[in-house]
């Protein structure tokens, strides 16, 4: 886990760290003194659009209100993952200030737990929708605008609309075209195969501290049952030996540089991919899609707004500019990630997501932790 660095943080978490004061504490004497937040406790979901509401048909940020003012976000994405969208925005509106907070997804929730009613976060940006159904099942997330989620398809978000996704992921074959013989047609399209395949042998890799990855074996284990799963893990340990890394990122780069001691073959996110791509079209490293598996399963990012919020109306008009047809287009170009809206064409280097069909998985059952999938994979020496 990567050090803690807030970035732009001037909320409540600052202060108590100056004056050694315990959320608690602080909770305590605005109780006494009154609620000293700016919390209008106005529902989120009662927050009239500043301009246009947000839609499937992606209207732009010329449409929806002006942003004005500060927020807060706890995110569980990376400063390189998200900061291109944040400061677009500020640089689109000189009065916006994003105080943001970057750390793992579970220090977050947990971090925002702790705080309780004294949390700084306006809302979370989360890596997956685990962190966010943590938090909702805590009774601490609101309903989102009724536009902002009829805005989504429902298989993208929580059925009542405490939280929503932003963008999207696939899980895929990452593989070096310089390396690998026969391109994609030579990669099989039924995730269990790879278990059983010896070409696979001492040159396959995934990294399985990924909540994504946690996420697929889940819904294989909703599709082959656990003992199969089990059986496929164990099989990939022992008789593949696979090569495990601990970022997405590294092991995309192993896969593109090609060495002898770099493996060649990668489950991962197709989005680290399309990075690399992104910047350097000819890059030996591609991606394969498996065909209604659970190893294209299709995941998201997303944001979900705490209770109490310093103002209702910029944070709603906040997230539907993350919706907005220049959100969606800021994420793909920097992150190689889908959209989530449907007025909004995938634009990059890999195949749409008719293209690869992936399965429908109720994200919404998927919890932060992913207990089972991550049991197994330490039971069956999956692990870094």
Request: charged share 25%; glycine share 10%; hydrophobic share 35%.
């Amino acid at each position: 886990m990567e050090e803690r660095v807030p970035t732009q943080m001037f909320g409540r978490r600052s202060f108590l760290a100056a004056t050694g004061v315990s959320a608690a504490g602080l909770a305590g004497l605005a109780g006494c003194l009154g609620d000293d937040n700016g919390g209008d406790n106005v529902p989120i979901a009662d927050a009239d659009p500043l301009a246009e509401p947000v839609d499937s048909t992606a209207v732009s940020w010329d449409d929806l209100g002006d942003l004005e003012g500060e927020i807060t976000v706890y995110s569980g994405r990376t400063r390189d993952q998200i900061d291109p969208v944040f400061e677009a925005l500020e640089d689109e509106y000189d009065g916006f200030e994003i105080n943001r907070d970057y750390d793992d997804n579970d220090v977050q929730v947990n971090q925002i737990l702790q705080e309780g009613d004294a949390v700084a976060a306006d809302l979370m940006y989360s890596q997956d929708p685990g962190a966010l159904n943590e938090l909702q099942d805590n009774g601490v997330l609101q309903q989102l605008p009724q536009d902002v989620v009829d805005a989504v398809p429902g298989s993208y978000r929580e059925p009542d609309g405490h939280w929503t996704g932003v963008t999207g992921r696939v899980r895929s074959i990452q593989y070096n075209s310089d390396r690998w013989d026969g391109g994609a047609d030579e990669l099989p399209t039924d995730i269990m195969e790879y278990a059983t395949d010896d070409r696979f042998e001492g040159i396959i890799s995934t990294r399985p501290n990924s909540g994504t990855f946690r996420g697929f074996i889940q819904a294989m284990v909703e599709r082959k049952g656990e003992s199969e799963t089990r059986e496929w893990v164990r099989a990939m340990v022992e008789d593949q030996d696979i090569q495990l890394f601990s970022g997405g990122g590294d092991q995309a780069e192993a896969i593109n540089r090609g060495g002898d001691d770099d493996p060649i073959v990668a489950f991962g996110n197709s989005y680290y991919a399309a990075r690399i791509l992104n910047e350097a079209p000819d890059a030996p490293i591609r991606t394969a899609y498996t065909e209604n598996d659970a190893g294209c399963l299709f995941s998201i990012a997303g944001v979900g707004v705490l209770n109490d919020v310093a103002n209702a109306e910029l944070v709603a008009e906040f997230v539907r500019h993350l919706l907005a047809a220049e959100g969606q287009e800021f994420m793909m170009d920097a992150n190689g990630e889908y959209p989530v809206v449907e007025g909004i064409d995938y634009v990059g280097e890999l195949p749409d997501l008719e293209e690869i069909n992936p399965p429908e998985f109720d994200l919404s059952d998927f919890d932060m932790d992913l207990q089972e999938a991550s049991e197994l994979l330490e039971q069956e020496g999956m692990t870094v």
